[in-house]
């Protein structure tokens, strides 16, 4: 018996930074997402050899433990073994469990597309159709956040997890007691189809991350640092702006959203934007894009690049000529699967 899962990685759209529990705990956040044709991706395969063995062969790490109700968490692959202890604590009765882990992604590590977070989703969704848990869509997103930001005290925002279970396109709404609402949107089919042919993704090659990014955009909220919290207040508005202007297919509304929404994002934190990003900026500008913005938390990652449709080719061409890496991505309506195969 093998168990395989996938979720689909995120593109924050706008408001991202809102989903902040020091910000939404006292204003609420608004985001505005989408999931694309891009994976995190977990196979279990049980074994009755008393170990636990984890490989994540895009990062080129594996560990290997026996099987124990309780495993170390270590520096290597904390989140592997974080959604274990959770699992097998409040799910399986404290026995553990034996088997082989193999996790790998479309997206590197610290590319702005939620990819940490992504992969709990497909690592919690592997263990919902191993063990048949009864995991409802904010059951899944909820205890992903949990791992993540309680167990393994890791710094980051909410909307990874629910895109990465939910799929689709998404306005969420975050609230003090760990209120959540998803609410995804019904584009019609043109408006999809036009957004898609107006967008591309560059990684810059810079992994960075986030979480360093993350706790300084914390202090700047705990210390009430004016500049940053009406940033996080111009974003949360323009999250609001960018919905209206997908449902009603204004484009020339979406693009301006998507550049408000950056220069307000640079504000939140000075570590968000550097020299290279500005500068890859207005190359994007320079060469047929009409807007853009750093994808997840900034500081390097995939730039979003919005243009015209007939500049696209241009626009790949410009950017094919820097170091970074050029993608098209599509969009997704599904969120997290898992399927098991059964050995003839």
């Not at 790490?61 to 309780?70: G, H, N």
């Not at 919902?128 to 005290?153: C, M």
Request: hydrophobic fraction near 40%; proline fraction near 2%; charged fraction near 20%.
């Amino acid at each position: 018996m093998i168990i395989r899962s996938k979720a689909p990685l995120r593109l924050g759209l706008a408001g991202g930074g809102t989903d902040i529990a020091t910000y939404y705990n006292l204003y609420g956040g608004n985001v505005l997402n989408a999931t694309i044709d891009m994976y995190a991706y977990c196979i279990i395969e049980p074994t009755d050899n008393g170990q636990v063995v984890f490989n994540a062969v895009d990062l080129e790490k594996t560990e290997t433990f026996d099987a124990e109700s309780v495993l170390e968490v270590s520096k290597t692959l904390p989140l592997h073994s974080g959604i274990y202890n959770r699992i097998v604590s409040d799910y399986n009765k404290g026995k553990s469990l034996s088997f082989k882990m193999t996790t790998y992604s479309d997206a590197p590590a610290g590319s702005g597309l939620g990819s940490s977070s992504t992969m709990v989703v497909a690592i919690i969704k592997a263990f919902e159709e191993w063990l048949n848990l009864p995991l409802g869509e904010y059951d899944i997103a909820s205890l992903a956040y949990k791992i993540e930001r309680e167990d393994l005290k890791l710094a980051g925002g909410k909307q990874d997890q629910y895109a990465a279970t939910f799929g689709g396109f998404n306005f969420m709404e975050f609230y003090q007691d760990e209120k959540v609402i998803v609410n995804p949107l019904r584009l019609k089919r043109w408006i999809r189809n036009e957004l898609e042919a107006s967008l591309v993704l560059y990684y810059t090659g810079i992994s960075r991350e986030s979480a360093n990014i993350i706790k300084q955009q914390i202090e700047n909220t705990e210390n009430k640092i004016t500049k940053s919290i009406e940033s996080m207040h111009e974003m949360k508005k323009q999250a609001s702006l960018m919905k209206e202007a997908l449902l009603t297919g204004n484009f020339r509304e979406f693009s301006g959203c998507l550049q408000q929404g950056w220069l307000a994002k640079k504000n939140m934190a000075e570590s968000i934007s550097n020299d290279f990003l500005d500068g890859l900026y207005q190359y994007a500008l320079d060469n047929g894009a009409e807007s853009a913005k750093i994808s997840g938390a900034g500081g390097g990652g995939f730039m979003m690049i919005y243009c015209n449709p007939c500049n696209r080719i241009k626009l790949v061409k410009a950017l094919k000529q820097k170091d970074g890496v050029v993608f098209t991505p599509s969009f997704t309506e599904i969120g997290t699967q898992a399927w098991t195969i059964y050995n003839s």
